[in-house]
Nanobody, 119 residues
């Protein structure tokens, strides 16, 4: 059974930093990409960042570029999201996801971790 488990969320003041972790288990081979998405109250889920295997190509949403950094662990199917200069509008539930094919939809999702940024 495939599981993605996120951790690292919490409450932080504006301008602060948080580091999110996502560990995958049960995958029979490495994903093509892993990504982070977020959903704020009353809003649709949106893309935040993604990183590919094995090329380490990264993409970011414009709203987080320059503030967030996605990375991964070569030894484990784990991805990280370093979030700096956090703003109240970054408040959301953050979800980790894995995509097994080179393109298309993400196949597996975590349950999410809450990030709250106070002003």
């Amino acid at each position: 059974q495939v599981q993605l488990v996120e951790s690292g969320g919490g409450l932080v003041q504006a301008g602060g930093s948080l580091r999110l972790f996502c560990a995958a288990s049960g995958l029979t081979f490495t994903p093509s990409a892993m990504g982070w998405f977020r959903q704020a109250p009353g809003k649709e889920r949106e893309f935040v960042a993604a990183i590919t295997w094995p090329a380490d190509l990264t993409t970011y949403a414009g709203s987080v570029k320059g503030r967030f950094t996605i990375s991964r662990d070569n030894a484990k199917i784990t991805t990280y999201l370093q979030m700096n200069s956090l703003k109240p509008e970054d408040t959301a539930v953050y979800y980790c996801a894995a995509r097994m094919s080179r393109t298309g939809l993400y196949d597996y999702w975590g349950q999410g971790t809450q990030v709250t940024v106070s002003s």
